[in-house]
């Protein structure tokens, strides 16, 4: 049966034409919304809005998401109107009385997202504009922990924290909170988060933030307009208001193929409409709803950042867009002066620009007030100078990008950026501390006299600090080419001015190039070598990279460039070469390096791959040398060479960077550089490509992948040319990729955990006694044996503690260990040192075992015990092995041993500066075992052999210390053993409680000084024990 349409009064009276202009002024009708939800509207011929007053009222539908029938009549209660649509009856006679158009009439919330915290008082100065009494709510990434949170906390203590995952930007989070607390519940929401990014960014986030939450009488303008007219769909900053076809960049697509259901047949390409550049704004909650509907099908994911392209970016605009697609208005707030207001109707100002200006230069023509100003002056100092360098650092708070500047010295302009990362720049607000610098000084006044310093930023010319230093000629630890490959393993970068022993030592590597270019172009055939080089906005610079390729001497090549994307004329430049060696690639956005590489890479027809970045340059036997180098060691998956690092436009290099192969320093901090890896191409079966979620370090994590599943040599050659700060947007220079340090270290990690368990599987093929020499730390002692306990050793290996009169707590502890059958236990009556625990230890050990001597706070890390076995009888000239001894990150020590560590990552030690013990290594290596002159005895593997052949330690002339240096020179000048340093081999060496207790005490006992500073006995106990008290022992 059909159904009887029910009656109304006005049925049968023409539609009054009153009622009709009323709601068409009103901004409460919507008629595209209207037919969209009501899609029968369309089947009856009428005018939207007719249909609306004659039928729509009798079904009670909604004219537009901004008045709700069923709650206005509701609120009506028995004063419900009769004969006039509720619409009406609203706008005559409701809204007189106070009556809500619909239930989150009124309601607003304020929406932060933190992301960086170093910014927090600037969202902290403009949120207090918000009114009280309505509902804050702050985002960030739920990867923050109690710290973050506190100081979000204490920064915005109104605000309900809701941590949400790190994906799609702040985009992402207000989505991730709407799906938590549902924010179309709100009629107005105020949006704003901890805007950065490269350009311009202190002024970019407070016009943003002074558009709206200026002030306190801005807000109220703004919750007024919202209040008054429904057909206010956004507010912001005026001057951040961009044209939107003239602002697609890559969103055009995206804005189709997502939104094609909320766009319809708007012509967003060309139809005026505009949108805030930066996504701080107040948006109506019926708006937003329309946008959050859109994306309902879409999940964010977390990915590395980019600065256009994402679906972020598209929503951006879309938040303007929806302003346009529904007639409403827009309000525009002077950021110059935050209570000066415009209105606009339609889609864009009259008088707005209608093309694409950048950002920066938009932003430079804002008259901000004075005190704003005042915070964006540069700030810097210089903090001190080391043998031949200036530090210092030079930062725009606010700015997180490196700042450039010169010092002034005697004359001389010494230009640098600003770029390093200090951790006290961190914790003093200097931004995320990427504001250090350390420049080279000229040689020419390494003469030893005083010379100023003084400090100036660049771009404003402003002196910010002066200084007086006097400095000299550097001198080297090395004097020959051993020396230095040698020296290199701890601290791979020479810096200016190069000095006769470094010359000496770079003359030695242009004749290994040489001898190697000589080889790679007698080759027959020559294999092709595949060169990759990714590109984005390096129109300014590829040039010359291009050119230092087709400059090579060895022919046969082919140069493969991918653009990412680029926006400026790389492309064209380009195009202007005509060889047909090139091959050019062009993904069309911004996808990141390494899937340009990899792109590349599955191109690639050589047999041999290299990679040039293209804002580097190669020297014309770079490609000649390397493959004679492949040519040379046949087994050989992979080479590096060295590499002439310079700054800006500098035609000299401020260093030298080559670092033979330490895999264990690798580990710590990269020092191999892509621009001078080369591979073979069927080594990518094993090693794969490059990490896509990886936007930084990806050299680093593909040739630290390359020493694990392959083998890679060192080849001291110096052919490349690496510029740093030569463009705006070096990877390099970038910090905001610093989060995937995080990603590429948790991956060693795993790995290298997953590698040292199947070492672990080894059985020990010999047995073995474990002597461990005990003062004092109960807690140590405990972790040194848990550690050894992990695994079933099947009676190989004994551990004997030799105690030398711990505290009562000790030695119970070892005394259950002892009765358990754990451990060996042996008391002394008193402290008599290292080296005489040390022998009782080897008198107690079973007669056929090697010995490892351990310090009490030493960890063995699986399969490491093992690994120090099957080195040194592996070996028949190995009469004593050592591990990596791996000291924890912030251990004082660290940077004595190995310059070149980062202090912030574990670091191994046993090859050391400090102690000059590498004994020789190969021209050609391969980061194995190398041959050790000395090593600490914190951890050594000695065979029996060598034990029954010279004895056990020196303690009659090395009590706590030196004994391992005179058993070591007693082992390389008394018989034909050696020492060998084993990387699989991994021992932590924690931070030395003991010792540090003992110096605590040291000063008021004597035996302290006795022992531990002078080295020596007491003569009762030396004649106790029969020692002599030799004559040149003296202080």
């Known amino acids: 049966m059909r159904r009887r349409m029910p009656e109304m009064s006005f049925t049968d009276r023409r539609i009054s034409s009153d009622f009709y202009d009323l709601v068409v002024h009103s901004g409460y009708f919507d008629a595209d919304w209207y037919c969209a939800r009501y899609p029968d509207v369309a089947e009856t011929g009428l005018d939207p809005l007719q249909h609306y007053l004659k039928i729509g009222t009798l079904l009670r539908r909604d004219p537009s998401p901004l008045f709700e029938t069923a709650f206005y009549l509701q609120q009506c209660g028995a004063e419900r109107p009769v004969g006039v649509p509720p619409l009406v009856d609203f706008l005559t006679r409701g809204r007189g009385k106070g009556w809500k158009a619909r239930a989150s009439q009124g309601q607003v919330a304020l929406v932060a997202h933190v992301f960086h915290l170093d910014v927090l008082a600037d969202l902290s100065h403009y949120a207090a504009n918000f009114p009280a009494g309505f509902d804050r709510f702050v985002t960030c990434p739920d990867s923050f922990g109690p710290t973050e949170l506190d100081r979000i906390r204490a920064a915005l203590p109104e605000a309900r924290i809701v941590p949400v995952p790190n994906a799609g930007q702040d985009v992402g989070a207000l989505m991730a909170l709407d799906a938590q607390v549902g924010l179309t519940r709100y009629d107005v929401i105020c949006k704003m988060h901890s805007k950065k990014g490269a350009k311009e960014p202190a002024r970019w986030r407070h016009a943003l933030l002074r558009g709206i939450l200026g002030s306190r009488g801005q807000v109220d303008q703004i919750l007024e307009a919202f209040e008054r007219d429904p057909r206010l769909m956004l507010v912001g900053a005026r001057q951040l208001y961009l044209h939107g076809p003239s602002y697609m960049w890559q969103n055009a697509e995206t804005l189709g193929e997502m939104f094609s259901g909320l766009i319809g047949d708007f012509d967003y390409l060309r139809r005026d409409w505009g949108f805030i550049g930066g996504t701080c704004f107040w948006i109506r909650g019926a708006a937003f709803g329309e946008i959050r509907a859109a994306l309902a099908p879409v999940e964010f994911r977390p990915a590395a950042y980019t600065d256009d392209g994402t679906v972020a970016h598209s929503v951006e605009r879309l938040f303007g867009m929806v302003a346009a697609l529904r007639n409403g208005t827009v309000m525009l707030c002077d950021v110059s002066t935050p209570e000066v207001m415009e209105i606009v109707h339609g889609g864009f100002p009259a008088n707005g620009p209608r093309e694409r200006v950048m950002i920066s230069d938009l932003l430079r023509q804002i008259d901000f007030p004075e005190e704003l100003v005042r915070t964006w002056m540069p700030h810097g100092a210089i903090n001190g100078s080391g043998a031949t360098f200036v530090r210092g650092w030079l930062a725009l708070i606010g700015d997180p990008l490196p700042r450039r500047g010169y010092l002034q010295i005697e004359g001389e302009r010494v230009p640098f950026l600003a770029g390093g990362f200090r951790a006290d720049l961190k914790q003093n607000g200097v931004n995320e501390g990427w504001h250090a610098f350390q420049v080279s000084v000229p040689g020419s006044l390494c003469d030893g006299k005083p010379h100023e310093v003084v400090l100036f930023d660049e771009q404003t010319g402003g002196e910010l600090d002066r200084c007086t230093f006097a400095w000299t000629k550097p001198k080297r630890d090395y004097w020959d080419f051993q020396g230095f490959l040698k020296a290199s393993m701890t601290q791979p970068e020479v810096m200016t001015p190069f000095v006769e022993e470094d010359k000496r030592a770079f003359a030695v590597m242009e004749n290994i190039a040489n001898r190697m270019a000589r080889k790679g172009l007698a080759a027959e055939p020559r294999p092709l070598v595949s060169v990759v080089m990714p590109?984005?906005?390096?129109?300014?610079?590829?040039?010359?990279?291009?050119?230092?390729?087709?400059?090579?001497?060895?022919?046969?090549?082919?140069?493969?460039?991918?653009?990412?994307?680029?926006?400026?004329?790389?492309?064209?430049?380009?195009?202007?070469?005509?060889?047909?060696?090139?091959?050019?690639?062009?993904?069309?956005?911004?996808?990141?390096?390494?899937?340009?590489?990899?792109?590349?890479?599955?191109?690639?027809?050589?047999?041999?791959?290299?990679?040039?970045?293209?804002?580097?340059?190669?020297?014309?036997?770079?490609?000649?040398?390397?493959?004679?180098?492949?040519?040379?060691?046949?087994?050989?998956?992979?080479?590096?060479?060295?590499?002439?690092?310079?700054?800006?436009?500098?035609?000299?290099?401020?260093?030298?960077?080559?670092?033979?192969?330490?895999?264990?320093?690798?580990?710590?901090?990269?020092?191999?550089?892509?621009?001078?890896?080369?591979?073979?191409?069927?080594?990518?079966?094993?090693?794969?490509?490059?990490?896509?979620?990886?936007?930084?370090?990806?050299?680093?994590?593909?040739?630290?992948?390359?020493?694990?599943?392959?083998?890679?040599?060192?080849?001291?050659?110096?052919?490349?040319?690496?510029?740093?700060?030569?463009?705006?947007?070096?990877?390099?220079?970038?910090?905001?990729?610093?989060?995937?340090?995080?990603?590429?270290?948790?991956?060693?990690?795993?790995?290298?955990?997953?590698?040292?368990?199947?070492?672990?599987?080894?059985?020990?093929?010999?047995?073995?006694?474990?002597?461990?020499?005990?003062?004092?730390?109960?807690?140590?002692?405990?972790?040194?044996?848990?550690?050894?306990?992990?695994?079933?050793?099947?009676?190989?290996?004994?551990?004997?503690?030799?105690?030398?009169?711990?505290?009562?707590?000790?030695?119970?502890y070892l005394r259950a260990e002892h009765e358990a059958g754990r451990i060996r236990f042996e008391p002394l009556d008193g402290n008599y040192g290292f080296t005489y625990a040390v022998n009782i230890g080897i008198a107690l050990a079973r007669p056929e075992s090697d010995v490892i001597l351990l310090n009490n706070d030493a960890i063995a890390q699986p399969g490491s015990v093992q690994a120090l076995q099957r080195a040194c009888l592996g070996n028949p000239r190995a009469g004593m092995t050592v591990p990596r001894q791996i000291l924890p990150a912030g251990t004082k020590t660290l940077r004595t041993h190995v310059p070149f560590a980062r202090e912030t990552n574990d670091c191994d030690v046993n090859i050391s500066a400090h102690h000059r013990n590498v004994a020789t290594v190969p021209v050609f290596h391969d980061g194995g075992g190398l041959e050790l002159n000395y090593a600490a005895f914190f951890a050594v593997y000695i065979r029996r052999e060598l034990l029954d052949e010279i004895g056990p330690l020196d303690a009659e002339y090395g009590r706590h210390y030196r004994s391992d240096r005179v058993y070591s020179d007693l082992m390389r000048n008394l018989t034909d053993y050696r020492m060998f340093y084993v990387p699989e081999s991994h021992f932590i060496h924690k931070l030395q409680k003991a010792t540090d207790h003992l110096r605590e005490v040291g000063e008021k006992d004597k035996s302290f000084e006795l022992m531990f500073k002078r080295n020596q006995w007491d003569a009762e106990t030396a004649g106790r024990l029969n020692f002599r008290a030799p004559p040149w022992d003296v202080f």
């Open 535 to 812: 590109m984005f906005n390096r129109a300014s610079v590829v040039s010359e990279a291009i050119a230092s390729v087709l400059a090579q001497t060895y022919p046969d090549f082919e140069l493969i460039v991918v653009d990412d994307g680029s926006r400026d004329d790389s492309v064209a430049v380009v195009r202007r070469f005509d060889d047909p060696r090139i091959r050019l690639i062009e993904l069309g956005e911004n996808r990141g390096v390494t899937v340009a590489r990899n792109t590349a890479l599955r191109q690639a027809q050589g047999e041999i791959i290299a990679y040039l970045d293209s804002d580097n340059t190669w020297d014309s036997r770079f490609l000649a040398a390397h493959v004679g180098a492949l040519l040379e060691l046949p087994d050989a998956d992979m080479i590096y060479s060295g590499v002439l690092l310079y700054s800006g436009q500098a035609t000299e290099p401020y260093a030298m960077r080559y670092g033979h192969l330490h895999r264990a320093l690798l580990e710590n901090k990269n020092y191999i550089d892509n621009n001078i890896i080369v591979h073979r191409r069927a080594f990518l079966d094993r090693l794969g490509g490059f990490d896509e979620s990886l936007r930084r370090y990806v050299d680093w994590d593909l040739v630290l992948r390359a020493t694990e599943v392959g083998r890679v040599y060192s080849v001291p050659m110096l052919l490349c040319h690496y510029y740093y700060s030569r463009t705006e947007n070096a990877i390099t220079d970038n910090p905001t990729h610093v989060a995937h340090l995080d990603v590429l270290r948790a991956n060693l990690g795993a790995r290298q955990k997953a590698h040292l368990a199947q070492l672990d599987t080894a059985d020990l093929v010999r047995p073995v006694s474990i002597i461990v020499p005990n003062w004092q730390s109960l807690e140590d002692i405990r972790d040194c044996i848990e550690a050894l306990h992990r695994r079933d050793w099947q009676g190989m290996l004994d551990i004997i503690v030799v105690d030398n009169d711990s505290t009562e707590e000790v030695r119970a």
